[in-house]
């Protein structure tokens, strides 16, 4: 789907990647490791659009819950793909020494 460039993802893009995370054969971890950036960019877009949206002084009541339920849902979108690229990164500095910081020790 996309490179670590992570330009956002069109819906197009979300609906195959969707698709894909379906099958039965797909390597999750290989998927989430070559789209979780662009993901992230996708939601954090989302986010500045739901929330300039939220800004509008003539926004009805209905829809200001509504995006105001979506804006938390999408924070919580982008602490989980903060904590898979932690969790990846911790990973890979356990697997090749050149990515820890110095005199970082590994339990």
Do not use: C, K
């Not at 893009?13 to 950036?37: K, P, S």
């Not at 002084?57 to 602490?79: A, F, G």
């Not at 904590?83 to 990973?91: G, K, N």
């Amino acid at each position: 789907m996309a490179s670590r460039t992570a330009h956002p993802l069109s819906i197009e893009q979300l609906e195959v990647g969707l698709r894909a995370l379906d099958e039965d054969d797909r390597d999750r971890t290989a998927f989430w490791d070559e789209n979780i950036h662009s993901f992230r960019r996708t939601v954090l877009f989302a986010i500045r659009d739901t929330s300039d949206a939220l800004l509008s002084p003539t926004i009805s009541l209905d829809w200001r819950i509504e995006l105001e339920d979506q804006l938390e849902d999408l924070v919580q979108y982008i602490e989980l793909a903060d904590r898979y690229i932690a969790r990846r990164f911790l990973s890979r500095a356990r697997a090749v020494p050149e990515l820890r910081p110095a005199g970082a020790r590994l339990h």
